[in-house]
């Protein structure tokens, strides 16, 4: 979640850090404490480093190739 953006005029703001938090901790992440915090960030890259993608597009009735990701080799 980004600190900050920039309006459709071109004025900088900042985004506040308990929205952040707010916004992470509604995603299913808690961050009321440190240890929240590391075992939010430890989930994320566990997500990250699945063995199929957390999000995959895809168009009805067409096939689609699925990346494979295991233990640093990559494949379809």
Do not use: C, K, N
């Not at 989930?43 to 295991?70: D, F, K, N, Q, W």
Request: aromatic content about 4%.
């Amino acid at each position: 979640v980004a600190a900050g953006y920039t309006d459709a005029f071109g004025a900088p703001v900042e985004t506040a850090l308990e929205v952040r938090r707010g916004m992470i901790a509604a995603l299913g992440f808690p961050t009321e404490t440190e240890a929240d915090i590391i075992a939010s960030l430890a989930e994320v890259a566990a997500v990250r480093a699945g063995l199929i993608p957390p999000l995959l597009p895809a168009e009805a009735r067409r096939a689609t190739s699925v990346p494979i990701h295991h233990a640093g080799v990559h494949g379809t």
